[in-house]
C-alpha cells in the first residue's frame, strides 16, 4: 500500500476520457492501480495515453479508498524547460 502524501512512478493503466478518469499503476510490484480524475493531473491540457509514465501524488479518500491527486507526466521529450536554464551565469 501507498504512504499518503508520497510522490510515486508509474504508468496508466486506464483511461476513459467520456468519464474523465483512468487509474495508474504503480512501479512497486504489487501494489494495485490508484484511481485519478483529470482534475488530478497537471499540466491539465494533456490527455493520457494507457503506458504513458507518470509521476503521482496518493490520498486516502474518506471511505478508505486511495486515489492519486497529482498526476504529472514525465519522461517526455517535447515538454519546453524553462527560460531559466538558459541563463548565463556570468562566467
Do not use: C
Amino acid at each position: 500500500m501507498l504512504l499518503n502524501g508520497t510522490m510515486t512512478k508509474g504508468r496508466i493503466t486506464k483511461w476513459l476520457d467520456s468519464k474523465a478518469y483512468g487509474f495508474v499503476q504503480s512501479d512497486i510490484p504489487g501494489d494495485k492501480d490508484v484511481f485519478f480524475h483529470r482534475r488530478a493531473m497537471f499540466p491539465s491540457a494533456w490527455r493520457p495515453n494507457i503506458g504513458e509514465r507518470v509521476e503521482y501524488e496518493v490520498e486516502t479518500t474518506v471511505d478508505g479508498r486511495q486515489r492519486a491527486k497529482r498526476v504529472v507526466q514525465i519522461d517526455r521529450d517535447d515538454i519546453p524547460l524553462p527560460n531559466s536554464i538558459f541563463r548565463s551565469t556570468g562566467a
